[in-house]
């Protein structure tokens, strides 16, 4: 009785919240104001309903920390999916399948899959490489887009004033903004987390505001059209061949941003990155140079967006300063924070979902950002691991006093 | 130099609506140490809602002056209403979570709101009406300062002094001194910090809500998309009068309104915004703590 | 200690530091010698962590030397180093308030303190060469090594925010250690431990000195422990030191009798 009275007080206060927003319509030039009472209906119901789960869920999520404290830690045991995750001859059984289907792919569904999959493998790698920044040493950068537009039209323009081809560029376009990187780390890196995410936010919206108005050099909002796709030895391809190239090169991008970032994680300096998320007075207590390894993760997660960034101006033949704005960003650190922050499986989950849902239901697409702020904060309130939580590698002691053999 | 004088009350009426909206930034900075990326948002609701009630209102046959006090102070109640809710929500839950969690909640918020007045109402720019009428005293003037930049600039002057007596002299207002100084000792001594923080997320809407009246009426248009730049800029301000310091946020929205008002009027209007971002990088690099900040030290 | 050919490792010479009006620490001289178990006591805020973090970087002092001379290495003035350069000079320390790593294993934490010693770069852990990798495994064994001795070795891939408490200090004194020091500052590495935890660290203190070869500078409110185990005594009061002498020496002093009056010493 106590629950019901309360949602329903919830429940009438987000009436009155959003009365105004979601009830009232006002078209000022026609003088005419267009009432839409049922969505107070809507309101209502939905939060009555949500206040129930809501409450629930909190409840919960205190429920375990109390028993977190008390030393048994429910959240830490591995879960049904986790287990599977790390049973190491299934992983290599699902991974060998998974590269099997990924090779198949576009020759068992149409071009236009193809064009869909590339999209979501582009995001994919923009999301491991800000996973590096973001997920492994916690500086919050939501900046990320301005490094995708710098490899994007370091391509563009070299391509068209230089004819300089694909594969050239590639490696470039991702140390060019891997010097980006730096270049604006340099001084920004000693800020505290919070400062560092507005000044990368400021950062990407500069870049942007750049490239729409120096239009000597970046040919303004009209943007560069035109720009060569990814050649094979001067073959000539039609457009279903073409995607298909592309749809492999990608493949083998993701592949190896995937296994760079798997060995990173779990080296010195993928520790040192993660101690720095974790305590930065501690970290720098224990003898780790903050500068140089924040520096390298900011700079490192950077390369991967500008090679992305080629691929994507190659992709598109056609880009424009509206391919990078704030939205990109977010959607990118979505990805990681929704996937769940350092995991690498659980970013390109993250990725899948995120890009392809929208995608295959047209019907959501409207909703899509609304529901990803939402997802964000509601992951942060319950599930801050995210999807896939980061599972830490153990060791093995061979020739050490205790023995554990198995692998 | 009628020119300089332009730029500079330009200046000052643009910077006194980023000192509006920076106070929220900073009060709820220095109590919870959280960028409240949100805030924007709520400003954009406040302009939203004043919107829609002048529409509706103009439409009943409402005039003039009447219109401007009702719509701004439902901007303002619903503005307080909403960012009490958003705390409530999105960032009460993680009051012990790890220092990412609250920003990315917060950022997260920040495209909600946007996505939900555009669903609700409008992607598009819609007029809004110059609610600010053209006084006669100010007619010798007019070319100088018009009436709207003169009621911005007052009606901040007061809006900051009655801060000012609210945060020094009323029992609320030390609380909330006290609970930045140190939410746990605030607690012992009796203080319900909850509530401390609510109030200070209401009282930061409400100027946020003001600000959102008046530039939406002094620039005449509204979109879903406006609290976010003013809340980047505004924080921006915050940052640079060094942030949790009341004082310093107006002096670094004055600061920044003005800088980009030469800028944009000597130089280029293209480039505002890279000079606004270029002075927050400059502060930063060169005194970390912003004009009127402490440097404070971690405890160890 | 009386012996007084052993070797000085570090070595303050009035420190002073100020927050804007206050005094924390006042004109302090210290040295801690080769071999020796050296702890530093006091009342609550009378400077000892403020003296800890000016030592260790973390502060730069507004006055004073601090100068450390390593073995087989030149002396140097470590005023205002950074932290890191600090710890890689040979100094590490530990946190009154545990400052672990919550979300890496016990061991990785430990793996922390190995870094300064190491020196694989980006290129080396992508690429995977010999050399990564035998550093790497070199890296695992000596944690791990080190666990044992603190007594951690079966917890090595719990997370560390899942050990006890007791644990988790012996934790941060085997990750201060990864760091090869040749000193080691312990800010209260009995706080909050049981009687049975307490003589534990007891013993492991005195192992680190006698079997490791590292000296000890500890601040300590357990009055049991730090005359049992100290072989000099700094007293702080005020950001001044009252007195430096033996346990003994300490015991007998009335300037430090009257600073603790009233304070409770766990006897």
Redo the contacts between chains.
């Keep these: 009785m106590k629950n019901i009275k309360q949602s329903l007080a919830v429940s009438l206060?987000f009436i009155?919240?959003?009365f105004?927003?979601?009830v009232?319509?006002?078209?000022?030039s026609d003088?005419?104001?267009q009432w839409r009472w049922m969505n107070i209906l809507w309101i209502g119901l939905a939060t009555f309903v949500l206040s129930f789960v809501w409450r629930y869920a909190?409840a919960r999520?205190e429920a375990r920390q109390m028993a977190a404290q008390s030393?048994q830690?429910e959240q830490?045991k591995p879960s049904r999916i986790q287990a599977l995750l790390e049973d190491q001859s299934l992983r290599y059984k699902a991974m060998i399948a998974l590269l099997i289907f990924a090779l198949a792919f576009p020759w068992v569904f149409d071009t236009y899959q193809s064009t869909i999959m590339i999209s979501a493998l582009i995001y994919v790698v923009l999301g491991l490489g800000l996973n590096i920044t973001v997920g492994l040493a916690?500086l919050?950068d939501?900046g990320y887009v301005a490094f995708f537009a710098v490899g994007a039209y370091s391509y563009a323009l070299l391509n068209h004033h230089f004819g300089l081809g694909f594969w050239t560029i590639l490696p470039v376009g991702g140390i060019l903004s891997c010097l980006f990187g730096v270049i604006l780390g340099f001084?920004?890196l000693?800020?505290?987390?919070?400062?560092l995410?507005?000044?990368t936010?400021?950062?990407g919206?500069?870049i942007k505001?750049?490239l729409?108005?120096w239009s000597d050099f970046s040919f303004g909002p009209s943007g560069i059209a035109n720009i060569d796709k990814p050649g094979l030895f001067g073959l000539k391809m039609d457009i279903a061949a073409s995607t298909t190239y592309i749809y492999y090169i990608m493949i083998g991008l993701v592949v190896l941003t995937i296994i760079?970032t798997a060995?990173?994680k779990n080296?010195?300096?993928?520790?040192?990155w993660?101690?720095l998320r974790?305590?930065e007075?501690?970290?720098?207590?224990?003898?780790?140079?903050?500068a140089r390894t924040k520096l390298?993760a900011y700079a490192?997660g950077a390369f991967w967006a500008g090679m992305v960034g080629v691929m994507f101006a190659a992709k598109t033949t056609f880009i424009n300063p509206a391919s990078f704005t704030?939205m990109e960003s977010?959607i990118i650190?979505?990805i990681v924070?929704l996937g769940g922050m350092g995991s690498i499986l659980g970013v390109i989950l993250g990725a899948m979902i995120l890009i392809l849902l929208p995608e295959y239901l047209r019907a959501f697409s409207?909703?899509r950002?609304?529901i990803?702020?939402?997802?964000?904060?509601v992951m942060?309130?319950f599930r801050?691991q995210g999807i896939i939580s980061?599972v830490?590698?153990?060791?093995e002691?061979k020739?050490?006093?205790?023995k554990s053999e198995n692998v | 130099m009628e020119y300089f004088i332009e730029l500079f009350l330009g200046g000052l009426t643009r910077g006194s609506i980023y000192a509006l909206i920076a106070l929220g930034y900073t009060m709820v900075y220095g109590i919870i140490q959280l960028i409240n990326f949100a805030h924007g948002e709520i400003y954009m609701i406040g302009a939203f809602v004043a919107y829609i009630v002048c529409g509706v209102l103009t439409i009943y046959g409402f005039h003039g002056v009447s219109i401007l006090i009702i719509a701004g102070l439902l901007a303002i109640v619903y503005s307080c209403a909403y960012g009490y809710t958003l705390e409530k929500v999105a960032y009460r839950p993680l009051r012990n979570a790890p220092r990412l969690s609250p920003l990315i909640s917060a950022i997260g918020m920040s495209i909600f709101l946007q996505n939900y007045v555009l669903l609700a109402q409008t992607p598009d720019f819609l007029p809004f009406p110059a609610l600010i009428p053209d006084f006669e005293f100010m007619e010798p003037i007019a070319h100088i300062i018009g009436s709207p930049e003169l009621v911005i600039l007052v009606t901040t002057l007061v809006t900051m002094i009655m801060l000012t007596v609210l945060i020094k002299y009323t029992k609320i207002g030390k609380a909330m001194r006290a609970t930045q100084q140190d939410m746990s000792m605030a607690r012992l001594v009796g203080i319900n910090v909850d509530r401390v923080i609510s109030t200070t997320f209401v009282i930061g809407s409400a100027l946020a809500a003001i600000g959102g009246v008046l530039v939406a009426s002094y620039i005449g248009q509204v979109n879903f998309y406006i609290g976010f730049i003013a809340g980047v800029k505004a924080f921006t301000a915050a940052v640079l009068g060094g942030i949790g310091s009341v004082p310093g946020a107006v002096l670094g929205g004055l600061v920044l309104g003005l800088t980009e008002s030469f800028a944009a009027g000597y130089i280029s209007s293209d480039y505002e915004d890279v000079f606004a971002f270029g002075l927050l990088v400059l502060i930063l690099i060169l005194r970390p703590s912003g004009i009127l900040g402490r440097a404070t030290k971690q405890k160890v | 200690m009386s012996d007084t050919t052993k070797r000085t490792l570090l070595e303050v010479k009035g420190l002073t530091m100020d927050f804007g009006g206050l005094r924390a620490v006042d004109s302090i001289d210290l040295t801690v010698s080769e071999g020796e178990i050296a702890a530093l006591i006091g009342p609550n805020g009378a400077g000892k962590t403020t003296f800890f973090n000016c030592v260790t970087g973390i502060y730069t002092p507004t006055d004073g030397d601090i100068l450390i001379h390593p073995k087989d290495k030149p002396t140097r003035r470590v005023n205002g180093s950074k932290p890191n350069m600090v710890t890689t000079l040979g100094m590490a320390r530990t946190f009154q308030n545990i400052r672990l790593f919550p979300d890496m294993t016990v061991l990785e934490n430990v793996m922390i303190g190995r870094h300064c010693r190491t020196k694989t770069g980006l290129t080396g852990a992508i690429l995977r060469g010999k050399a990564a990798r035998k550093e790497e495994q070199e890296i695992v064994e000596s944690s791990y090594t080190l666990l044992e001795k603190v007594g951690l070795g079966e917890f090595a891939n719990e997370y560390s925010k899942n050990l006890p408490y007791g644990a988790q200090r012996r934790l941060e004194i085997a990750r201060a250690m990864a760091t090869e020091p040749f000193l080691l500052l312990l800010d209260e590495p009995a706080a909050g431990m049981n009687p049975q935890e307490t003589a534990d660290l007891d013993a492991l203190i005195c192992r680190i000195r006698d079997v490791e070869k590292i000296a000890i500078l500890l601040i300590e409110h357990d009055m049991k422990l730090v005359m049992n185990i100290s072989d000099t005594i700094h007293v702080m009061e005020y950001g001044k030191k009252i007195a430096t002498g033996t346990p003994q020496q300490i015991k007998d002093n009335p300037k430090v009798i009257e600073a603790y009056l009233g304070e409770e010493t766990e006897a």
């Design positions: 206060w009155f919240l959003t105004p927003l979601m009232v319509k006002v078209n000022t003088q005419l104001v909190l999520k030393g830690d830490d916690g919050l939501l001084p920004i000693r800020l505290r987390g919070d400062y995410a507005i000044v936010l400021g950062f919206m500069i505001v750049v729409e108005n760079v060995r990173l080296s010195r300096i993928g520790r040192a993660i101690a974790e305590d007075i501690a970290c720098v207590a224990m003898g780790i140079d903050m390298s490192l704030f977010a650190l979505s924070v409207e909703y950002m609304i990803f702020g939402a997802a964000m904060v942060m309130i801050p980061n830490r590698q153990k060791y002691f020739g050490l006093k205790e």
